[in-house]
């Protein structure tokens, strides 16, 4: 049924030219009363300013765009903008978003769309609206640009990294809780003392000296060497004039590059003579942090293919040969205007799920194009392929190939013993060579360097060839399942702090050498020991499941932090409800197979076990504290 007009609700977002109105946009952190993830919830009316079109109208605009969209039958239109929201907040980048939830209320629909950026996800709900608003006026409505603009919001927040977007979903897939420390700048996956943190593909169990030594090229170059693998002769230089002497008693084509640096920064390959290497070596120079000392590594450059492979664990798990930028002509139109078209195509959005970058322009472009005889204002011919660079830098628009099966066998055990030697869960190793099919003992095979912190985008969503699930491999290096990434959680609609201190010591004398985290609206302890109580609720829930000893969590959450936040965690294993009201029911909705649910209403108690029931009368003299601390004897 359509939403009928109401003039009576009181309006907070629309004009008087509006046919709906948004009001009370709130953000939940995670499970709350209206979807069991983090949500933007918002009540959605009409205004009865002005009448809406047809449904049917809106949808045939809308599924022009979506076309997914027009299937489903639609009750309202509150219906239609909640699925409309869900769609656009994928972003046309395939995120995870797909979770959404209708409440009626007399006047106006409860809507709550899942979360991952609030601040993406609030812009995409505002410019929906716009929409819903201009197909009422019959408009025209630019959403491409607003789409584009909320992409670019994504990408510049903590979660639009290709890396660590690709971790936090494959951690939500495998039930892994995965959140992020605004103070620390990282990602935690885990609860207390079964938590790993980390930044992109560096976590905290990494040597740093080991990732430290990676970025001294020259010290690493030295060492692979001695353990007896390929790489190309060369020096580290300090001046031009050095550079100079060492190509020349080397011999060109050289490869210029500075010690400190990373993702191709200030990388010139195939350097043919002198005047070529004073422009790479200044390229050089300006890729080196100021706090860095001028060191630039001059070597041989090796003929072939480049290549990463890719070692999780001090195991192979991926190849992906990776291809300079290139374009394709088509007889009339500018290298220019190649590349502008070629930056229009879907695949290369620069997201956190995009196969491809945009093509970077440059003067290292415009430099290797002119010792091709070309420019950006030439004209191709129809189907020749022209390469934009010498190196094949994926972020400036070059193209990856997966090579995993194709990898020598030879070559997976170079990748394997050459991990082993770094306590490292991840690392990157960048080879050239003809081809990985053959071995690197027959020669014309180069290890270019090692990465610390490799990307991962590049195997999991090459431009072509199969995807390798990296982020699978990585977090199965640290947790067998989303199971062995949790702790024990107990949560409880209400409880005084002298129960929970009762309730601490309980476990405290089964398990005397645990560490127990708990918190109520009035105290946090950590054992017996109480801490700083923070002003938001669940920043002391966070705070504990922060802490790297934590065995156990206790957490209080009544319905006026349901109501006002949400809950930072998801799932229980033992729910503990005293007379609870509709709000706090939901803490039983998203518990565990085996998680225990006690319910007590009025001197009834009810517990759920094992798929079993059993229903008792409290005693007159019984206490509801006996019968909890009896069932977590039995939990844990």
Known sequence: MILEINTDTLRINARNTDAFDIFNIQHYIGPNPYLETAALVF????????????????????????????????????????????????????????RWNLKPYKDYIRVSVQTLHARTQRGVIYAVWDWFEAITQGEEFLFEEQIKALQETFRR???GGPTVYALLRTAGDQGIPAFYLWDEGLMQYGYGKKQVRGSATTFDCDSHLDSDFTTRKDDCKAFLSNLGFPVPQGDVVVSCKEALNVAKTIGYPVAVKPVAGHKGIGVTAEVQNAEELEFAFDRALDAIPENQATQIIVEKSISGVDFRLLCVNGRFVAATERRPASVVGDGYSTIAELIERENRKPERTDSATSPLGKIQSDDSMERYLGEQG??????????????????????????????TRTVHPDNIILAQDIAQHFKLTCLGIDVIAQS??????????GIIEINAAPGISMHLRPAVGESVDV????????????TAARIPIITFNRIS???????????????????IGAVCRDAVFVNRSQKNLHRDYNKNVQNL?????????????????????????HGSNMVVLDNPTETEMMLTRDIFDHSIVVIKEG????????????????????????VHLKEIGTLL
């Open 157 to 159: 927040s903590v979660y």
């Open 545 to 569: 499941l922060r802490h790297p000893k934590l065995d156990l969590l206790i957490a209080e959450y009544g319905e006026d932090a349901l109501e006002r936040d949400g809950m930072f965690y």
């Open 43 to 98: 009540d959605f009316a009409l205004t009865g300013h002005l009448p809406p079109r047809p449904i049917e109208d809106y949808i045939a605009i809308i599924s022009d765009r979506f076309p997914d969209l027009s299937e489903p039958t639609y009750d309202s239109f509150a219906q239609l903008f909640a699925r409309t929201v869900s769609e656009a907040g994928k972003l046309d980048m395939g995120l995870h978003l797909d």
């Open 374 to 403: 070309l420019s950006t204002d030439s004209v191709i011919e129809k189907d020749r392929t022209v390469y934009l660079r010498k190196v094949a830098n994926l972020s400036a628009g070059g193209l990856s190939i997966d090579a």
């Open 436 to 445: 990985l099919a053959k071995s690197w003992k027959s020669g014309n095979f």
């Open 497 to 515: 702090v002298q129960d929970l201190q009762e309730t601490i010591d309980h476990i405290l004398l089964q398990h005397p050498d645990w560490t």
């Open 471 to 482: 982020p699978s491999h990585i977090l199965d290096t640290f947790f067998e399942s989303g």
């Open 603 to 626: 001197d009834n108690v009810s517990i759920r076990r094992e798929g079993l029931i059993e229903q008792y009368t409290l005693g007159a003299t019984e206490v509801f504290t006996r």
